[in-house]
């Protein structure tokens, strides 16, 4: 698919009050994963702020996307965690928040979980990565970086990461680098696909 309109819809600090009229995709992951850096290459145009103040925010931004092979769906730039910015008990709230938006099947299609390649496993992904699993959000890991390491890394990567949690062997993986377009394409296929089974979904209700 193509991405043909993105347009930004809001900011929201309450998950509970984002909009619900659209599946959402959601993209989430550690301060500076490259997580701006892989939306803005997934939508082909800049819509998310590169390089911002790890931890700055804690708000879930809201985008409308128009493509030329599914019907209009919402991407959500998920606030980057793994930085203790703020109070911790604020931060928990949203945190907590944020994963009830995650585990609503009505509210999000799917999650791309951020990770680069480029770093050692982190408690803060590990974490995140067994909760998807534990409930069962559907999810596609996208390695992040991919042109800073050698070609066996991610493989590497993801085969520690089976010893660390209980990997599931039916969740995509994707290699990604957004300063060489790598796994782009894969990700829009994985997206259109998961955006096809949210309709159907809805269909059957
Ligand atoms: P965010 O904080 O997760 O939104 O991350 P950004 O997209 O702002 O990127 C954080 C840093 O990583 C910036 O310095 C980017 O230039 C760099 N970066 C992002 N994606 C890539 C990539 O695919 N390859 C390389 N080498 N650097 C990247």
Redesign the pocket.
């Known amino acids: 698919m193509r991405i043909v309109q993105a347009r930004f819809v809001g900011a929201f600090m309450d998950p509970a009050k984002c909009p619900a009229d659209r599946p959402a995709i959601a993209f989430t992951?550690r301060?500076?994963?490259?997580?701006?850096?892989?939306v803005n290459r997934f939508c082909n145009r800049v819509i998310?702020r590169?390089?911002?103040t790890?931890g700055r925010t804690r708000q879930l931004v809201y985008f409308d996307l128009e493509s030329d092979r599914t019907k209009p769906f919402y991407l959500v730039d998920l606030p980057?965690y793994g930085y203790a910015a703020g109070p911790e008990a604020e931060r928990k709230a949203f945190t907590r928040a944020a994963r009830k938006l995650l585990a609503d099947p009505a509210r999000r299609a799917a999650v791309v979980q951020l990770v680069d390649v480029s770093v050692p496993w982190q408690d803060s992904d590990l974490e995140m990565i067994e909760w998807l699993l534990e409930d069962d959000v559907p999810f596609v890991l996208a390695l992040?970086?991919c042109?800073?390491v050698n070609r066996s890394a991610p493989a590497r990567k993801l085969a520690e990461l089976r010893t660390l949690v209980s990997w599931r062997e039916d969740v995509d993986v994707i290699a990604?680098?957004?300063?060489?377009n790598e796994g782009i394409v894969p990700l829009r296929k994985w997206a259109e696909g998961v955006l096809a089974e949210a309709q159907r979904a809805t269909r059957k209700e």
Request: a positive charge; hydrophobic letters at 15%; charged letters at 30%.
């Open positions: 992951g301060s500076n994963v490259g997580k701006s850096s892989l998310a590169t390089s911002k790890p980057g992040t970086k042109d800073r990604t680098s957004a300063k060489d």
